[in-house]
């Protein structure tokens, strides 16, 4: 472990939402975010979230993955991303460990 916990924000915008971006980008500083990632989903929109992975592959124990605006999609979604954490989070801690 590294030692120092590390806030990084993620958010998803809708195509041609700035404003939407805009406040989510001001809410993460807010935050205190030191890291953004950004999801810009294409207009047909496949469900997937390459930027989300990204950043699962990448955090370590004792991260902070803040997320500023959940929607019902969103929402609809918790379930199947539950359901692939293994594959989508492969540096977690064992089962024993306390996730914060």
Excluded: F
């Amino acid at each position: 472990m590294r030692g120092t916990v590390v806030l990084i924000g993620y958010l998803r915008v809708a195509p041609g939402d700035s404003d939407d971006a805009a406040a989510q980008r001001r809410a993460l500083a807010e935050a205190g975010c030191e890291q953004v990632v950004e999801e810009r989903p294409g207009p047909e929109d496949s469900g997937e979230r390459p930027a989300l992975r990204s950043l699962l592959a990448r955090i370590h124990p004792g991260d902070i993955v803040v997320v500023p605006q959940l929607d019902s999609g969103s929402v609809k979604n918790l379930g199947r991303y539950a359901a692939n954490w293994n594959a989508w989070w492969p540096r977690r801690p064992s089962s024993t460990a306390a996730l914060t």
